[in-house]
């Protein structure tokens, strides 16, 4: 049984530019969350979807934005990238409960 | 506004020997509190969870501790082991609509052999 899966690991942009990064969830899982982990910060929340809505956000601006395909995996993109946006991206799928994490995308803004 | 603290950024314990990982709260409307591992270049692992409505919950070697009047929680490792060097991030839910979690900064444990 796969777990939650993340492409791609590694990504480099230059200010301006825009990134899209992708989450597939545990199999049977229906919900995925996407957290921003800065170095030695704990992941902090972007928002959650479910049944290709999104559920709750958190203190992030408009150039981040999501979707959930009708298979539940997930899409994060970020507008106008910022040096400040460099950091390890996380996806997280649930099923009403605990929240299993992929292994993360690093992206990198110059 | 820090809501979960662990205020040990590290923790250095011998093998065989017990390891406790502190993390305070301030929010009283969290009701659901885990524990994760997290190795470099991976994502975090769950480890163990425990609800509001209790306070104490073991998983083998892992025990999870739960204070509601001083809003605190411990993680306990017994007998901890090379492999459980890793940073250990708290992590609380809010509760009712409020699905997100809100983490610690975490505790790099590392286990002596």
């Known amino acids: 049984d796969a777990g939650v899966t993340q492409s791609p690991t590694h990504l480099i942009k230059t200010r301006g530019q825009q990134v899209t990064l992708r989450c597939s969830p545990k199999?049977?899982?229906?919900?995925v969350s996407w957290y921003q982990q800065a170095l030695g910060q704990g992941p902090q929340f972007i928002f959650q979807?479910?049944?290709?809505?999104?559920?709750q956000r958190g203190n992030f601006p408009d150039r981040f934005s999501g979707h959930q395909f009708p298979n539940y995996s997930s899409e994060l993109n970020v507008n106008a990238l910022l040096l400040g946006d460099s950091a390890l991206y996380l996806c997280?799928?649930?099923?009403?409960?605990?929240?299993?994490f992929g292994p993360g995308t690093r992206l990198l803004v110059l | 506004d820090q809501q979960v603290k662990q205020n040990s950024p590290s923790l250095s314990v011998q093998e065989g020997r017990i390891s406790i990982l502190n993390c305070d709260y301030t929010?009283?409307?969290?009701?659901?509190f885990l524990w994760y591992k997290k190795y470099p270049a991976e994502g975090p692992t769950f480890l163990i969870s425990?609800?509001?409505?209790?306070d104490k919950n073991e998983d083998g070697r892992f025990t999870v501790f739960l204070n509601k009047s001083a809003k605190h929680l411990s993680l306990h490792i017994v007998p901890s082991q090379p492999g459980d060097s890793a940073v250990y991030f708290c992590?609380?839910?809010?509760?009712?609509?409020?699905?997100?979690?809100?983490f610690g900064k975490g505790t790099l444990l590392t286990v002596n052999p």
């Open positions: 997280a799928s649930s099923l009403e409960g605990t929240q299993y």
């Open positions: 199999s049977g899982h229906d919900t």
């Open positions: 979807y479910y049944e290709e809505e999104e559920r």
């Open positions: 929010n009283s409307m969290f009701d659901y």
């Open positions: 425990i609800s509001s409505i209790k």
């Open positions: 992590a609380a839910r809010g509760g009712g609509s409020n699905y997100k979690l809100t």
